[in-house]
């Protein structure tokens, strides 16, 4: 699933083609890409002719559209990506192809907007703007979500307290979005290899500078993989012009099992996690003892 550098990636794109448009129509191909939406495909459609795009917004792994004047009780696009999902900007002669399931066409004609999805776990919806939990003004179902380390806003203070005051191993931890916003699995291991900590050390019983590092050390892999166009395993993952990031070659520690550790040359050990992996080096980052 696209973490925080991949949507940046998408969002910048958003933003270059679609900032300030006005959209002429709007259409709906698979239910499925609107579930989210109460009123459904048809009432999502017609409440976005004529509207103007004024804003391509994005905290932690979450991206929305600003619609007219934003503030609160204004009405904003919240795209999901899921697994598969994409944000395209394709030229009006541009031939669909299966996966195609909502289209933007604007006023003033030129590129479309697609929202491609292969798998369907993806979505579009539209809520009003709310006051957010972590400051700001966020689309109502993910005001709860907590900034995140690349926002001018964030306050690592805060965030370093935020999670020694939970009683849960760090990778949970940085995982948890109402806390920090926008790590996920890759960059939570990532981070935490540079760091040199364990995913399973309890976050009660690490220092304030070990928090710090791990929080510093996810804000710096994740801006080097957003300068790489973020981190693509497969062709689903693309920015809104169809090109893959490549940020998975510098990886140090996810998804590379039995590969030596950069560091030390130990290799790479995969755990199971959350119905997921973790990867990490058995050296470097020495598991914790058993709690009680």
Known sequence: M??????????????EHIHGRTIA???????????????????????LAGRTITGVCRRGKYLWLELDEPGPGADAVLAHLGMSGQMLIAP????P????RV?????????????????????????????????????????????????????????????????TEIKRALLDQTIVSGIGNIYADE??????????????????AQVRTVLEA???????????????????????????????RSLDAYGREHQPCRRCGTPIRREPFMN???????RCQPRPRTRR
């Open 103 to 167: 289209r933007v066409r604007f006023a003033n004609d030129g590129p479309q907007l697609w929202f491609v999805d292969q798998r369907t776990f993806g979505g579009m919806s539209i809520h009003p703007l709310a006051p957010a939990a972590g400051g700001g003004l966020l689309p109502e179902p993910i005001a709860h979500i907590g900034r995140d380390p690349m926002d001018p806003a964030f306050d690592l203070d805060a965030a370093v307290a935020g999670i020694r005051r939970r009683r």
């Open 2 to 15: 696209p973490e925080l550098p991949e949507v940046e990636v998408v969002r910048r794109g958003l933003a």
């Open 218 to 248: 996810a804000a710096e892999v994740m801006e080097a993989a957003l300068a790489a166009g973020g981190t693509s395993f497969d062709s689903l993952y693309v920015n809104v012009n169809g090109a893959s990031g490549y940020f998975d």
């Open 191 to 208: 981070a935490l290899w540079r760091a040199r900590l364990h995913g399973a050390r309890p976050t009660e019983k690490l220092t304030r």
């Open 25 to 47: 129509e709007a259409t709906v191909a698979h239910p499925r890409a609107v579930r989210r939406h109460l009123g459904g495909g048809a009432d999502f459609a017609a409440r």
């Open 97 to 100: 192809g299966p996966h195609l």
């Open 92 to 95: 009006e002669d541009k031939v």
């Open 276 to 282: 997921r992996s973790s990867f990490s080096c058995p």
